[in-house]
Structure formats: structure tokens, C-alpha cells
């Protein structure tokens, strides 16, 4: 099992943080089909400090949720002490993860992110102070490099080691792929060992056969699963089923689909209300409808609607034609 600073999952699977998806109506559907470690969407520790209501609200942990790491980004020691603190002393989560892996502009430009992987005393520095200063264990998510030029993930990862880090993920990629091109998992298996401490491989995991095949190849303890579980959590289950059985789940329905994700959608409203909620889940509902023959017209009309119950409504208007078209194409007899 994966055990992070005393903090033991049931599991080894873990749900990357996703910015705008890992939010506790996300998160909770995962913790439901039997994630081990859930993290949240990455909060500025600035805005912490500064007390903007909407990062406030990113703090809130469902007890349900639990474990779970909530994770902050940021660029100055002061800063990142005194944010890593509220989240330590006033939040329900169970660890306090530092992005460094963070690719996009605005946040590399603010000196955080994956800016930092181009300094590994600033990362043991960063490390150091947050580590001291909390009593929850504080965790690295990170990239392999900044570019192919520039790939100091051993250093790194023996720099949060030795500042005091109880774990470290480890995506596949440098900062100037983004996600593109193809993860480098031999790089995973280099930081694994290189240090002690508990390592979370992220980074092309497609399938549940992946997840296995990178547990085997690289000796991580634990998988990381982003963009796969987008619209499908299923992704998630069934990667915990087959890496305890060695057994493959079949796929959902198109209404078992649905149905989860009008619970996405209804939770989301409890977050945040309907109009906010039934923007959001345009995408949300594109990830579901993925793979779904016939579906791009409800996709476009999805795109167009502003209520709960017009969108339930188109939903299950094409459940049922999916249905009603499989009934007609079965054998008799």
C-alpha cells in the first residue's frame, strides 16, 4: 500500500490535481469508485494569505474525501510558510502538496510552478520551511525537467528528501511539452532510486494494463491518474480492480454514464450554483460523451442550455435513443 507520512491509502491509486476539475464534486465521485488519495486543485498561496473568498472556498474538504491532499503554489518563502499553515491549521486535509510542476505562463512567470525545477536549492529551501513549519506531511508534485536540456529530477527529488518531504510525484515531462510528446518513465524509475521516500509516477497512464505496466517497469509506489479520468472514473475503479485481480471491468452503459454525471452536475450546483454549474459541466459532459457514438449533437445542444433540468432532460432524451436503437439491433430469441 502507499503510506505517506503515517497517512496509509487503501491503495496505490491516486487522482492528479487537475486545475478546474478537482473540486469536491470531482473529487467525491472519485473517492466513491475507490481512489486511494484524492488532490485537490492547486490554490495560490497568495490568495490564501489575501483571503479571496473563491481560493477560500478551494480549501473546503468533504470529510468523505479523506485522505486527501490539498495543494498550494507560490513563489516566496515567507508566503509559502504562512498559506502552508492555514492549510495545516484550518483545513480537513490530510497532506499539503507544493506544485512545481505547474507548465502554464502565468504561473511560471510568477516564479512558481515548474519554474522551480531549474533550481533545486530553491526547491530545498521551499521544501525546508514548509516541512518545519507544519505538522501535516508536505508532499512535491513535479515534472521530470524545464526542458530536454535542463532535467534535474534526481537532484530535485534528493533536494525535497533532505528538506523533509514525506513524498514526491514525478510527471514524466518536461515544462516545455506540456502534455504533449510521450512520458518518460525511465525517469521515474532513475527518482525512485535515487530516494527513500514514496514515489508517485504521473504521466500516460491510459489504461488500467498501463498503470500495472509502470509499477512494474519503473518500482513507483503509487500511480498518478489525470486526463484519463476526465469524464471517467470508471478509469479509476477499474485501474484498482486489475491491480488486485488481474481482472478487466467492463465498460459502463451510456446511462450509467449519465447518471454519474448528473450527480457531477447536481453536486457541482451545491458548490456552486446552477448558473455557474451548468457552464462548467459543458466540458465535464463532453468527457463523459466521449467514445459515445452519435453524440456531438447532444454535445452541441448541452453547449446551449443554462438550466439543471433542460440539460437532464436532453440527456436522458439520447439515453433512451441509444437504448432504443441496441433493442432494435438485438438478436430475437
Not at 512545481?100 to 519554474?115: E, F, L, Q, S, W
Request: glycine share 8%; with cysteine; charged share 25%.
Amino acid at each position: 500500500m502507499l503510506n505517506i507520512g503515517g497517512i496509509e491509502m487503501k491503495n496505490r491509486v491516486v487522482l492528479a490535481p487537475m486545475a478546474g476539475v478537482c473540486n469536491p464534486a470531482f473529487r467525491l465521485i472519485a473517492k466513491e469508485f475507490g481512489t486511494g488519495l484524492v488532490c485537490a486543485e492547486m490554490v495560490s498561496d497568495k490568495a490564501i494569505l489575501h483571503e479571496n473568498e473563491k481560493s477560500l472556498q478551494m480549501l473546503y474538504v468533504d470529510e468523505r474525501e479523506k485522505p486527501l491532499s490539498l495543494q498550494i503554489f507560490g513563489g516566496t518563502e515567507e508566503t509559502m510558510v504562512e498559506a502552508a499553515q492555514v492549510v495545516d491549521q484550518q483545513t480537513n486535509a490530510d497532506i499539503i502538496d507544493i506544485n512545481m510542476g505547474c507548465p502554464v505562463p502565468k504561473i511560471t512567470k510568477c516564479d512558481a510552478g515548474a519554474r522551480w525545477l531549474l533550481d533545486p536549492d530553491k526547491i530545498y529551501r521551499m521544501v525546508s520551511v514548509a516541512a518545519k513549519s507544519v505538522d501535516k506531511p508536505v508532499t512535491v508534485k513535479m515534472r521530470m525537467g524545464w526542458d530536454d536540456d535542463h532535467i534535474y529530477a534526481l537532484e530535485n527529488a534528493q533536494a525535497i528528501q533532505e528538506a523533509g518531504g514525506q513524498a514526491v510525484a514525478v510527471h514524466g515531462r518536461t515544462r516545455l511539452q506540456m502534455y504533449e510528446g510521450t512520458a518518460d518513465w525511465d525517469i521515474l524509475k532513475q527518482v525512485k532510486d535515487s530516494v527513500n521516500i514514496p514515489v508517485i509516477g504521473n504521466g500516460d497512464v491510459k489504461t488500467p494494463q498501463d498503470a500495472q505496466r509502470m509499477l512494474d517497469e519503473t518500482g513507483v509506489d503509487g500511480v498518478m491518474i489525470g486526463r484519463a479520468a476526465l469524464g471517467n472514473p470508471w478509469m479509476l475503479y477499474n485501474t484498482i480492480h486489475y491491480l488486485e485481480t488481474g481482472e478487466l471491468k467492463g465498460e459502463p452503459t451510456v446511462r450509467e454514464k449519465m447518471d454519474v454525471c448528473m450527480v457531477h452536475m447536481d453536486r457541482l450546483i451545491n458548490l456552486k450554483g446552477e448558473n455557474v454549474a451548468v457552464r462548467e459541466m459543458r466540458k465535464h459532459a463532453a468527457w463523459y460523451l466521449k467514445g459515445v457514438r452519435k453524440s456531438s449533437s447532444l454535445r452541441d445542444e448541452i453547449n446551449q442550455l443554462n438550466t439543471r433540468n433542460e440539460v437532464e432532460h436532453a440527456v436522458y432524451n439520447f439515453v433512451e435513443e441509444v437504448e432504443a436503437r441496441e433493442a432494435e439491433n438485438q438478436p430475437v430469441g
